[in-house]
C-alpha cells in the first residue's frame, strides 16, 4: 500500500471482541490476570498498552522498521537511547543540534561518566576524524535545527559501523512521510510526536524506531525500567494526528515554498536557510535522501532587533517552541529553543542571534505572505537604518 493509504488503514483495536474502527482509550493501568502464574500481553501500562502498542505498531511501519517505542516526550526518546550507554562511553554528535539534546549530552550524560563531543557533520572525513575507539553513539539531525544543513546519511551510517557505533538520527523535521533514515543505514530513529506526528499542538511525545531485534530488547527494557512510556490518552491523540500527516505536509510544504520564495527575495533577508530552495548548496543531496523540502525554513536579517521586530509583527505567525502544528509559529531559536545550549558549545557553533525560524501551518499561503509583507513593513518603519543595510 501506498503511504497515505497506511496511515488510515491499519488494525486500530487487535482481540477487541468489539471491534472498534477507531482505537479506543485503554484508560486503566493494569490489567487482571487469569491464575497467579500467567500474565497476558498486557500487564502493566507503564510496560505495555492496548492503545500505545497500536501507536507503536503503526509507527514502526510508517518508518519501516520493525518495532517503535512510544515516550512522554522527545526528549524522553532521546535520554531511552542514551540508555544503551555505559560510563567510559562517548557520543560523537553534529554540532547543529537542537539545544535540549545539546543539555542533555552535555549537562546531564557528563554526570554518568559519558562524554560528548561535538563537530561539524558537513564535512564527513573530518567529522570521523573525532571517533574513537570508546564512541559507541553518533547523532544527528538531518535537516538539523535550526540552520537546516543536510547530512549524507548513507555515509555517516558508514562510517559510524566502521567504527562499531550506532547511528542515531532525529527524523522530527521530515517525518516518516518525507524521509526514511532507516533505509538509508540508520540504527536508530527518534521522533519527537508533538511536531508532525502529532501535528496539532496538543500532544506531546517521542518515539524511537529500529530494525534491529537485539536493540528493540534494549529499548523495551529502558521503556519499561525508566518509566516515561506515553500515555494511552496521548497515544489516541497520536493516532489521530498521523491519519492526516501527508494531508496536512503537502498543504504545510506547498505554503512553505511560496514563504521561502518570497523570504529570499526581500531585501531585509540576508539568507534563508531551506533545502527547498534549489540554491542551497545540498538541494541535491537532500533530493536524493528525501522526498520533500518540509516546511519548517528559517531566515537571517543581520540585525537582531529587525529580527525581533519582524516575529513580533506578525499576526498569523504565533510566537511560540516547537514546530510541525496546523498552525504557523515563528520563534527566534537563540533566546528560544535553542537558549539551553551550553556556553562552551555555543562558542563553538554557528548559531546566529538573529536568526528567525519559521514553522509554516495549513492556512492560505496569500495570507501567510500578506502577514509576513506587513510584519516587514512595519518593522522596517521602527528600525528603518538596519532594514536598508541589513545590519
Same mark, same amino acid.
Given at each position: 500500500m501506498k503511504f497515505a493509504t497506511r496511515l488510515v488503514n491499519f488494525q486500530a483495536a487487535p482481540k477487541d471482541p468489539y471491534q472498534p474502527s477507531v482505537t479506543p482509550i485503554y484508560q486503566t493501568s #493494569?490489567?487482571?490476570?487469569?491464575?497467579?502464574?500467567?500474565?497476558?500481553?498486557?500487564? &502493566?501500562? @507503564?510496560?505495555? /498498552?492496548?492503545?500505545?502498542?497500536?501507536?507503536?505498531?503503526?509507527? +514502526?511501519?510508517?518508518? /519501516?522498521? #520493525?518495532?517503535?517505542?512510544?515516550?512522554?516526550? %522527545?526528549? +524522553?526518546?532521546?535520554?531511552?537511547?542514551?540508555?544503551?550507554?555505559?560510563?567510559?562511553?562517548?557520543?560523537?554528535?553534529?554540532?547543529?543540534? &537542537? %539545544?535540549?539534546?545539546?543539555?542533555?549530552?552535555? @549537562?546531564?550524560l557528563n554526570r554518568s561518566g559519558?562524554?560528548?563531543? &561535538?563537530?561539524?557533520? *558537513? !564535512?564527513?572525513? +573530518?567529522?570521523?576524524?573525532?571517533?574513537?575507539?570508546? #564512541?559507541?553513539l553518533v547523532h544527528i539531525e538531518s535537516p538539523t535545527n535550526p540552520l537546516f544543513h543536510i547530512l549524507d546519511i548513507q555515509r555517516l551510517a558508514a562510517a559510524a559501523h566502521a567504527h562499531g557505533a550506532l547511528l542515531s538520527i532525529d527524523n522530527s523535521v521530515m517525518s516518516p512521510y518525507l524521509q526514511n533514515p532507516l533505509d538509508l543505514g540508520a540504527d536508530i530513529v527518534i521522533h519527537s510526536g508533538t511536531k508532525f506526528l502529532g501535528g496539532h499542538h496538543d500532544v506531546t511525545c517521542g518515539a524511537v524506531i529500529v530494525k534491529d531485534e537485539g536493540l528493540a530488547d534494549q529499548i523495551r527494557f529502558i521503556s519499561n525500567a525508566e518509566g516515561a512510556a506515553l500515555s494511552p490518552f496521548d497515544s489516541f491523540l497520536l493516532l489521530r494526528g498521523l491519519q492526516t500527516l501527508?494531508?496536512?505536509?503537502?498543504?504545510?510544504?506547498?505554503?512553505?515554498?511560496?514563504?521561502?520564495?518570497? *523570504?529570499?527575495?526581500?531585501?531585509?533577508?540576508?539568507?534563508?536557510? &531551506?533545502?527547498?530552495?534549489?540554491?542551497?548548496?545540498?538541494?541535491?543531496?537532500?533530493? @536524493?535522501? !528525501?522526498?520533500?523540502? %518540509?516546511?519548517?525554513?528559517?531566515?537571517?536579517?543581520?540585525?537582531?532587533? *529587525?529580527?525581533?521586530?519582524?516575529?513580533?509583527?506578525?499576526?498569523?505567525?504565533?510566537?511560540?517552541?516547537?514546530? %510541525?502544528?496546523?498552525?504557523?509559529?515563528?520563534?527566534?531559536?537563540?533566546?528560544?529553543?535553542?537558549?539551553?545550549?551550553?556556553?562552551?558549545?555555543l562558542a563553538q557553533r554557528e548559531l546566529p542571534p538573529d536568526l528567525v525560524r519559521v514553522s509554516v501551518g495549513v492556512e492560505d499561503e496569500e495570507d501567510l505572505i500578506a502577514d509576513l509583507d506587513q510584519a516587514f513593513e512595519r518593522a522596517a518603519g521602527l528600525h528603518p537604518s538596519t532594514s536598508a543595510t541589513g545590519v
Open positions: #493494569t490489567f487482571e490476570r487469569e491464575t497467579m502464574d500467567a500474565s497476558g500481553e498486557f500487564d &502493566y501500562s @507503564r510496560s505495555g /498498552n492496548p492503545t500505545r502498542a497500536v501507536a507503536e505498531r503503526q509507527l +514502526a511501519s510508517l518508518e /519501516n522498521g #520493525t518495532h517503535a517505542f512510544c515516550f512522554s516526550s %522527545g526528549m +524522553a526518546a532521546i535520554t531511552a537511547v542514551t540508555g544503551l550507554l555505559r560510563s567510559g562511553d562517548q557520543i560523537v554528535s553534529d554540532i547543529d543540534l &537542537y %539545544g535540549g539534546t545539546c543539555r542533555l549530552f552535555s @549537562r546531564v559519558i562524554r560528548a563531543v &561535538y563537530a561539524d557533520a *558537513l !564535512a564527513p572525513d +573530518a567529522f570521523a576524524a573525532h571517533f574513537t575507539p570508546a #564512541t559507541r501527508k494531508l496536512r505536509i503537502d498543504c504545510q510544504q506547498k505554503n512553505a515554498l511560496a514563504v521561502a520564495r518570497w *523570504l529570499a527575495a526581500r531585501p531585509e533577508v540576508t539568507r534563508v536557510f &531551506y533545502p527547498g530552495i534549489a540554491a542551497d548548496p545540498a538541494f541535491s543531496l537532500h533530493q @536524493r535522501q !528525501a522526498s520533500g523540502p %518540509g516546511s519548517v525554513m528559517s531566515f537571517s536579517t543581520g540585525s537582531v532587533a *529587525l529580527s525581533k521586530a519582524i516575529a513580533e509583527s506578525t499576526r498569523l505567525f504565533h510566537i511560540a517552541v516547537s514546530f %510541525g502544528s496546523v498552525t504557523s509559529s515563528i520563534s527566534m531559536p537563540a533566546t528560544m529553543s535553542h537558549a539551553s545550549v551550553p556556553p562552551e558549545l
